[in-house]
């Protein structure tokens, strides 16, 4: 059996959502109903998000979203791995404007079947959910990367990025009833890391090779912020739990986000109950499992 998954994704900042498009492209058990971008220059990140699809073989919708946050300034504007496009076949000419009516019509068609995988800043699921309120009950489910659920690991901000990105959209997410809605946080993700040196060496193959040119560009930027060369596997972490249970260890409870305090704004508040909480928060990983997991499908 297959899942039916709906991606929606900032391709182009962070390296993990390219990982995470491979890794979705190259799992047997996924059917990729479509790919839909969001944030600044979101046509160049349906771009990337062709170059990779094209490297698969395989011929996914793909539907460029919003590239502004509902209120709050853009904090995303450029799509800096779309330089290494230029060698690259992919699709160049896309309609804007059209990620969310996709969304909805594909869940429509198939309702109860299609798990919801934002791994970006929220902007195209608010404006869903809040668009058509029906949209959260005919999900199968919705798992996102997003969030801080644990001050476990010291040194993270306290709200996490793609959470604070449109922090009124993530509003609107956390307030809609999903089946199934988990989130799997900063705190969590910070877990499972790789060097750009190991990652040269595993990565191997037309698709993994293509996310390595869009690594490349990555790993100078992640250098020269904090002289580090590494990639943390947030996005692809959240789309594997959907597929393998035990990669992590989820807690059921209520999430609520910090809206008053500018300076905390896009935080999320993480209450545990076991009986009437209507989120799931990842509350433990298992690294070995998810990188044996992960380079699974690529063999």
């Not at 491979?22 to 998000?49: D, H, S, W």
């Not at 996310?211 to 490349?216: D, G, R, T």
């Not at 076991?274 to 990188?291: I, K, L, S, T």
């Amino acid at each position: 059996m297959t899942v039916k998954i709906l991606l929606d994704t900032d391709i182009g900042t962070d390296i993990d959502d390219a990982v995470c498009l491979a890794y979705l492209l190259a799992n047997p058990e996924c059917e990729l109903m479509g790919i839909t971008t969001v944030t600044g220059e979101a046509t160049k990140r349906a771009q990337m998000a062709s170059a990779l699809c094209k490297a698969a073989g395989k011929d996914i919708p793909i539907y460029p979203g919003a590239e502004g946050p509902l209120l709050i300034p853009q904090k995303q504007t450029t799509c800096e791995q779309a330089t290494a496009l230029g060698g690259m076949a992919c699709e160049k000419d896309f309609e804007p404007g059209c990620a969310v009516p996709f969304l909805q019509e594909t869940i429509r068609r198939h309702p109860g079947e299609v798990v919801l995988l934002p791994i970006g800043p929220l902007t195209n699921i608010g404006l869903l959910f809040a668009m058509d309120p029906e949209i959260p009950r005919l999900l199968k489910g919705l798992t996102l990367m997003g969030g801080r659920f644990s001050s476990a690991i010291a040194n993270l901000p306290p709200a996490e990025w793609n959470a604070s990105g449109d922090v009124h959209a993530t509003a609107i997410v956390y307030k809609h009833s999903v089946a199934v809605h988990r989130s799997v946080g900063l705190d969590v993700t910070k877990q499972v890391q790789m060097s750009a040196d190991e990652v040269r060496k595993r990565f191997k193959g037309p698709l993994l090779e293509t996310v390595l040119q869009f690594a490349e560009i990555w790993f100078e930027r992640v250098f020269n912020m904090r002289g580090e060369r590494n990639i943390t596997f947030h996005d692809p972490l959240a789309a594997a739990t959907i597929f393998d249970g035990a990669i992590c260890q989820f807690k059921r409870g209520t999430v609520d986000v910090e809206l008053a305090s500018e300076r905390l704004r896009g935080m999320t508040h993480w209450a545990l109950n076991p009986e009437e909480g209507r989120h799931e928060v990842a509350v433990a990983v298992d690294p070995g499992c998810f990188f044996e997991h992960f380079f699974s499908v690529f063999q």
